[in-house]
């Protein structure tokens, strides 16, 4: 069974960077797209980009490009999520989630597996 | 960001069919196929439908999805306590090179 597993809570302060990981369990981590998603408290779901961790290939939504970075480490199965300088307003919970291509009469994509979410809290 | 339109809220009592709405535009539900998710609170959105109407193993048949033009909808038949959570449709948009979300639905059992 597929499987994300993303890394714990954190409670940084603005300014400090950080970096949060999500690795994937029983598939082929290579073959398949990794999103990733925020969730402000008590709103929407945002897309912020994704990542093929074969070449490391990455698209970032517009509203997050050049404020977070996307990598993915092949040999351990894993992606992680970046920022160099947290604000307040980057309090949330973020998501990862494998994103499935599926091509039949009609190319469908849609994002299958989710990790259980990682809050971070930014706060002086 | 760009997002999907859908009511805020839906309700409906036991037993009960309701529809959930969702909006979009030529960029994204008008090109692509509609996925929904169900979010119980303080856990990892579920995917509930994929592809405008297929339902994952393990989804009850009471869940169905549609699509015409830039909208689709999600149907819950025999509405039951347990499917008292948010509902978010989604999207591929072309404009993006992302999926788009919709604001969401809170489904709520009278």
């Known amino acids: 069974e597929v499987q994300l597993v993303q890394s714990g809570a954190e409670g940084k302060k603005p300014g400090e960077s950080l970096k949060i990981s999500c690795k994937v369990f029983g598939d082929t981590f290579t073959d398949y797209w990794i999103g990733w998603v925020r969730q402000l408290p008590g709103k929407e779901l945002e897309w912020m980009g994704i990542?093929?961790?074969?070449?490391?290939?990455?698209r970032y939504s517009p509203s997050f490009q050049g404020h977070v970075t996307l990598s993915a480490d092949k040999s351990i199965s894993t992606t992680y999520l970046q920022w160099s300088a947290l604000k307040a307003s980057d309090t949330a919970t973020y998501f990862c989630a494998r994103l499935f291509v599926q091509k039949t009469s009609v190319t469908s994509l849609f994002l299958d597996y989710w990790g259980q979410g990682t809050l971070v809290t930014v706060s002086s | 960001q760009p997002v999907l339109i859908q009511p805020p809220s839906a309700s409906g009592t036991p037993g009960q069919r309701i529809t959930i709405s969702c909006s979009g535009g030529?960029?994204?539900?008008?090109?692509?196929?509609v996925n929904w998710y169900q979010q119980l609170p303080g856990t990892a959105p579920k995917l509930l439908i994929h592809s405008n109407n297929q339902r994952p193993s393990g989804v009850p048949a009471r869940f169905s999805g549609s699509k015409s033009g830039t909208s689709a909808s999600l149907a819950i038949s025999g509405l039951q306590s347990g499917d008292e959570s948010e509902y978010y449709c989604?999207?591929?948009?072309?404009?993006?090179?992302?999926?788009?979300f919709g604001v969401g639905t809170k489904v709520t059992v009278l």
């Open positions: 989604a999207a591929w948009d072309d404009s993006l090179n992302g999926v788009i």
């Open positions: 990542i093929y961790p074969e070449d490391s290939d990455t």
């Open positions: 030529t960029s994204n539900i008008g090109k692509n196929t």
